[in-house]
Nanobody
Framework: QVQLVESGGGLVQAGGSLRLSCAASGSIASINAMGWYRQAPGKQREVVATITSDGSTNYANSVKGRFTISRDNAKNTVYLQMNSLKPEDTAVYYC?????????WGQGTLVTVSS
C-alpha cells in the first residue's frame, strides 16, 4: 500500500501562487510515476502534471508555463508550484502514484482562486 497526503491548498487571488505538496509513505519502492490531477465542480477529473521516476515531466496544455511539478526523492514528496493562478484553476487537487499496475490517490486539497 502507498499512502499519499496532500497539503498546501487554500484561497488565493487571481495572479497569485500556491505550492502543493504530496507526501508518500508506505510501500514507496518502485513507484513509477506520480502526478497531480484536479476536479472542478461539475467536471471530470483531469490530469494537471506528471513526473516519472527519472524526472520526466508532462503538463496539461492549460497549465504549461504556469505550473511546475517536481519531486524530492529523499523526502518522498512531490510538489506542484502553481503561479499566475486563474479562477478556472479552482478545483480539488489530487495527488496520484503509479506502482506497478496499481494506482493510488490522496484525499485531495481544495484550491480556490478568486477573481
Amino acid at each position: 500500500q502507498v499512502q499519499l497526503v496532500e497539503s498546501g491548498g487554500g484561497l488565493v487571488q487571481a495572479g497569485g501562487s500556491l505550492r502543493l505538496s504530496c507526501a508518500a509513505s508506505g510501500s514507496i519502492a518502485s513507484i513509477n510515476a506520480m502526478g497531480w490531477y484536479r476536479q472542478a465542480p461539475g467536471k471530470q477529473r483531469e490530469v494537471v502534471a506528471t513526473i516519472t521516476s527519472d524526472g520526466s515531466t508532462n503538463y496539461a496544455n492549460s497549465v504549461k508555463g504556469r505550473f511546475t511539478i517536481s519531486r524530492d526523492n529523499a523526502k518522498n514528496t512531490v510538489y506542484l508550484q502553481m503561479n499566475s493562478l486563474k479562477p478556472e484553476d479552482t478545483a480539488v487537487y489530487y495527488c496520484n502514484a503509479l506502482r506497478g499496475n496499481r494506482v493510488y490517490w490522496g484525499q485531495g486539497t481544495l484550491v480556490t482562486v478568486s477573481s
